[in-house]
């Protein structure tokens, strides 16, 4: 696993002014750190690395958003890129755009919004990937956004006072469906039932990739 490690943290450190400070851990942009982890474990065909940003390293305290990155475990190295890419692109600008309010890309959805949640300000961001046709997946999400649909099975597994996290993705064809929905790092069923069920194009290749950094608005 140590290789995975130091796969993921090569490829996060080549931009955005991350140091390695340790096998697991890498300092970035302000307060941010990245901090690696196996808490899915990987198999024999697919190396799969926990990505935690860390939005205050100065603080033990501090509240994790966590993501993911996967590739196969031989000849992964487009995928290693493509997956570091799309953390950059998600998970890593709604957290330094939370820390630093600079991040491109990044939508704010405030309490109540029609494309939010209640009673919590979203930092949301989404890209479509893959190597089929990405157009009509991509309006659809636009279109129909996830986080209302699932908004009472989210907002129950909440359990941080202050920060949360909704990582979600779907696509692919009939046959070839891929879902996934984690709640502050945590697979949960019932949600990714709901987006299953959802009429989303099945398009073969095509897939949506979204997070969100969920703060309870109190005003």
Sequence with gaps: MSSAFNQVAEAIAAEDAWVRVSS?????????????SDHHPSSEDFTHVDVGIVFD?????SPIAWDC???PATQG????????????K????????VTTHSADGVLHLDAGDAA?????????????????????????????PILPAIEER????????VVNTVRFSYGGGEHSTAVDVFINGEFDHPAADIVTNMSWPRVEASLVKAYAIC?????
């Design 154 to 161: 989210v907002i129950e597994r909440f359990f941080h006072p």
């Design 24 to 36: 697991r851990q890498l300092n970035g942009p302000g307060t941010l750190a990245a901090v690696l």
């Design 57 to 61: 390293r100065n603080n033990p305290a």
């Design 69 to 71: 990155v996967g590739f």
């Design 77 to 88: 190295e487009l995928w290693l890129e493509q997956g570091v890419a799309r953390w950059r």
């Design 116 to 144: 939010g949640l209640k009673d919590y300000h979203c930092v949301f961001t989404s890209v479509a990937f893959g190597s089929g046709p990405l157009e009509e997946l991509a309006q659809w999400a636009v279109e129909n």
């Design 90 to 97: 998600t998970a890593f600008a709604t957290a330094r755009d």
């Design 215 to 219: 703060i309870e608005q109190t005003v």
